[in-house]
């Protein structure tokens, strides 16, 4: 019913605390997030399974599964092609405009937060059933990498570069 993600405490000092933390941004700014906590000493984060709903599974799957890669892929590609193109054809008509809207607004979260590990992995869609209606996943992996790695570039590329976009790139990718 739960995830429990727990770090090695030398290697990434007060992660838990800080995805913690990127979680509670997420959900102010609107976005689905699955219930989660905080260990009370810090170190461990617990998220509810958003893929479990009333006792049965949700199906799920991330864009690498979508994009026919493997694991070994997922920092492969461009967030234009295999994250918005793909979720456009893969949405539900019905959820399509949300989703994408809701897409967006990750992605600008991602950005805002320099969260350089926003890869194919923690992009995913959720549906009941294998031909019905689906949607994007509520945001269940974000955080800032630049604590552990400074300057650390983006996951995948936005018009053929890691860089980090700036206004203009972002309108350009709005209106795309």
């Not at 102010?28 to 049965?56: C, H, M, N, T, Y």
């Not at 599974?57 to 890669?69: P, S, W």
């Not at 869609?125 to 400074?150: C, F, H, K, N």
Request: contains cysteine; proline residues 5%; charged residues 25%.
């Amino acid at each position: 019913t739960h995830i429990v993600k727990l770090w090695e405490e030398n290697e990434f000092p007060e992660l838990a605390a800080i995805e913690f933390f990127c979680l509670q941004v997420a959900k102010q700014f609107g976005l689905a997030v699955p219930r989660l906590e905080l260990s009370d000493d810090g170190g461990a984060l617990i998220v509810e399974r958003f893929d479990l709903v009333d006792g049965k599974y949700l199906g799920f799957e991330d864009f690498c599964v979508l994009n026919a890669l493997g694991t070994a892929d997922k920092y492969k590609g461009g967030y234009e092609a295999r994250v918005f193109r793909r979720l456009r054809e893969f949405a539900s008509p019905d959820d399509a405009a949300k989703s994408l809207d809701d897409l967006f607004r990750l992605f600008l979260l991602n950005c805002a937060l320099r969260n350089g590990d926003a890869h194919l992995k923690n992009f995913g869609i959720t549906y009941r059933e294998v031909t019905g209606s689906a949607q994007l996943a509520p945001v269940y992996d974000i955080v800032t990498t630049w604590p552990y790695v400074p300057n650390d570039p983006m996951a995948l590329t936005l018009d053929g570069s890691t860089r980090w976009p700036d206004r203009k790139g972002l309108i350009r990718l709005a209106q795309t």
